[in-house]
Every structure is written in structure tokens, then in C-alpha cells.
């Protein structure tokens, strides 16, 4: 085929450094909220201090403090900061309905909620995406791997090859993949699988598309690789169209289309932390701290899912829902609610409200993906 045009070269570079760009803007997020971690558990050790010797505002602060760490601190990384801060919000609650404060149990919680925000987390780096789809086959023939290679070609999708679990492993670790096609007895029956396996553990590839292909295609194995995560069985010896389709299907997954995500959250933190977990070239993020400009702001940037905080000042995100779910033009309109109650009671009133779903805080990056 004839080389392409200048611009779709320098379109696909443009592509490259966007990437790049996303990557190196999220590892900065997440150091610049652990550098400001010390200064927060600071602050909240002096409201601490305060409140022991009687200031019920300054316990209330304290509060306000403990619960948006408890919400936000996991999503970016400090999962037992977000741990001991939930176990510190615990002794806090009584407080607000006049109970006398559990000294002992407030500085041995605070002690634990301090030590574990000294201890800085590194986010490891995905592989940047390129702007051709990839297929990683995986298969001990030496011919089919060939013939794949010269079908990815004839349909403008990179093909990698491996014969092994190690080496298909090795190559997802090193460049991106939209889809992993195995053949279903890699050394042995069923032993594809364990390719399966394997490339689901890795950190970045949970929901990583696979396909399988077989001779036989007996019911117990394609159930067996339906549990292994498998989307799509090839007979073998699959042709050109059956490759191209199923290359197709697997990268239309791992590259969906641009969506528009509204998150309602009076904490920035939490907002740019849902915004870290959710942005890229397949999704926008839009935040919005207060509550009362909502229906402005829907009007506004038309989101395709709506993340509310259920504890906010003014209108809660039950109220929120309800108000949605009153006004026709938003009674469709998803709305998962963010929550660090998960209760019978919490739990119900979401779905009264109207709510679609709920995730408890600290919100963690693939279930909320997913």
C-alpha cells in the first residue's frame, strides 16, 4: 500500500504525546497529593489538639478533615492512609451527637492515620497506546503465527507473536495490546488458559480482551474459557474474515468512544482524583464542587454518567437524584452515587432516590472503570 499522507503521520504523533502527556500529568497528581498529605495531617493534628480541650467546632472540623481523607486518600494511591483514616472517623462520629471524646483511642487512631501518611506510593506506568490496533496471538505453530502476522497486515492491525505463558506475559508488559487471541491447548490441553490467567493478573490488564481458538470447541471447554475471561472462540483453522472480525471486536473494546463523565463532589480532591482514574482519549471528565449549579451545569456538557457524593453541604446526592429523576429530560441519565457508608438503610435509600448503582469511598480505579 502506498505510504501515508503527511498529516496522518504527524496526527499519530500528536496521538503519541497526548498519551505521554496523560501519563506524566496523573504521576504528578498523584505526588502532588502526597506531598500535600503532611500538611494535612498536620492541620488535622492541631484541630485534634484543640477539640481534646473542649472545641466541639474544632472537632467538627476534624471530622470534615478525617472523612475526605477516608474518601479520597485510596484513590490516589494510599490505600492504608484511607484505611486508618476511616478507623479515626469511627471515634470522631460519636462526637457529633455530644459524646465525650475517647481520648486514648483518638491519638492511638491519629498515631497509626500519621505514620502511614509518611510512606510515599509510586503509581506504576502504563505502556503508551498506539494509534494502530494490536493483537497479541498467542500459539506454538510456527505457520499459523506467520499466516496471522500477514492477516493483520491485509486489515491495518499490528500482530505480536508468542509461543509461550512467560513470553506472552513479557510482550504485555512491554507495549500495548488491545487483545490477546491463544490457542486453547498451548502445550496441552486446556493449557491456554493459564495464558488467560496470567495476563489477567497483571496490574494493567484486568479487563484485557481475549479470544480463544480450537479444533474441537466441546461445550466444556468454551465454558472453561468463558470463566477464563474469554469473549470469543475461533474454530481453527480460522480464516482472514474470522481474524479480522475478531480483531476488530477487540479493539473497538479496549478503545471504546469518547464518553463524558459529570463527578458532584465539594472535596477537589475527590474530584480530581475520580478525573485521574477515569480520563483519557476514550473518556472527559467534568467536575463540579457545588451542588446548587447541577441542572446548569447538565445542560451545559450533556454527560453520559453522573457521579454524585452523597454527603455534601446543602442538597445531599439523594436529593440530587431525586431532582433528576423528577425532571424528564435526565430521568434516564446513569447516576452512580460515592459513598463511605455502605449500610442496609444507605443502601436503600440509593435505590429510592433513583440512583442506578453505588460505590463505597475510597473509590478504587478498575471497579469504578469497570
Same mark, same amino acid.
Given at each position: 500500500p502506498p505510504p501515508p499522507p503527511p498529516e496522518a503521520l504527524e496526527e499519530a504523533e500528536e496521538v503519541d504525546v497526548a498519551v505521554d502527556d496523560l501519563a506524566a500529568s496523573l504521576a504528578a497528581l498523584n505526588a502532588e497529593y502526597g506531598a500535600r498529605l503532611k500538611e494535612k495531617v498536620a492541620a488535622l493534628e492541631a484541630l485534634l489538639v484543640r477539640g481534646r480541650g473542649g472545641d466541639a467546632a474544632a472537632l467538627e472540623e476534624a471530622y470534615t478533615v478525617v472523612h475526605k481523607l477516608h474518601g479520597t486518600a485510596g484513590s490516589y494511591g494510599f490505600l492504608e492512609v484511607s484505611i486508618r483514616a476511616g478507623l479515626l472517623e469511627a471515634v470522631l462520629l460519636p462526637t457529633r451527637a455530644g459524646a465525650p471524646v475517647d481520648v486514648a483511642a483518638l491519638d492511638a487512631s491519629f498515631r497509626t492515620l500519621a505514620a502511614a501518611a509518611s510512606v510515599p506510593v509510586k503509581p506504576a506506568a502504563a505502556p503508551p497506546r498506539p494509534s494502530e490496533g494490536v493483537l497479541l496471538v498467542v500459539d506454538e505453530d510456527a505457520k499459523l503465527l506467520a499466516e496471522a502476522e500477514h492477516m493483520g497486515r491485509q486489515v491495518g492491525v499490528g500482530v505480536v507473536t508468542a509461543r509461550t505463558v512467560g513470553a506472552a506475559c513479557e510482550v504485555a508488559r512491554r507495549q500495548w495490546v488491545d487483545g490477546v487471541l491463544v490457542h486453547l491447548d498451548l502445550g496441552g490441553p486446556l493449557g491456554g488458559l493459564a495464558v488467560a490467567h496470567a495476563l489477567r493478573a497483571e496490574e494493567s490488564l484486568p479487563v484485557l480482551p481475549l479470544a480463544v481458538t480450537g479444533a474441537r470447541g466441546v461445550l466444556e471447554e468454551r465454558v472453561a474459557a468463558a470463566h477464563a475471561g474469554a469473549s470469543l472462540f475461533l474454530p481453527r483453522p480460522f480464516t482472514a474474515r474470522d481474524f479480522s472480525a475478531a480483531a476488530e471486536r477487540m479493539v473497538a473494546a479496549r478503545r471504546p468512544e469518547r464518553a463524558r463523565v459529570m463527578v458532584v463532589d465539594d472535596d477537589p480532591d475527590a474530584i480530581a482524583a475520580l478525573t485521574q482514574a477515569l480520563a483519557s482519549d476514550q473518556m472527559e471528565v467534568v467536575g463540579l464542587?457545588?451542588?446548587?449549579?447541577?441542572?446548569?451545569?447538565?445542560? *451545559?456538557?450533556? !454527560?453520559?454518567?453522573?457521579? $454524585?457524593? /452523597?454527603?455534601?453541604?446543602?442538597?445531599?446526592?439523594?436529593?440530587?437524584? %431525586?431532582?433528576? *429523576?423528577?425532571? !424528564?429530560?435526565?430521568?434516564? $441519565?446513569? /447516576?452512580?452515587?460515592?459513598?463511605?457508608?455502605?449500610?442496609?438503610?444507605? %443502601?436503600?435509600?440509593?435505590?429510592?432516590?433513583?440512583?442506578?448503582?453505588?460505590?463505597?469511598?475510597p473509590v478504587l480505579r478498575e471497579e469504578l472503570r469497570a
Open positions: 464542587n457545588d451542588a446548587h449549579g447541577l441542572m446548569e451545569a447538565l445542560a *451545559r456538557h450533556r !454527560p453520559d454518567l453522573l457521579l $454524585l457524593d /452523597v454527603q455534601m453541604p446543602g442538597p445531599s446526592g439523594f436529593d440530587l437524584c %431525586r431532582i433528576l *429523576r423528577s425532571t !424528564p429530560e435526565w430521568q434516564e $441519565l446513569p /447516576v452512580l452515587l460515592i459513598t463511605a457508608h455502605l449500610g442496609l438503610e444507605f %443502601r436503600l435509600a440509593a435505590f429510592q432516590a433513583g440512583a442506578d448503582d453505588y460505590l463505597s469511598k
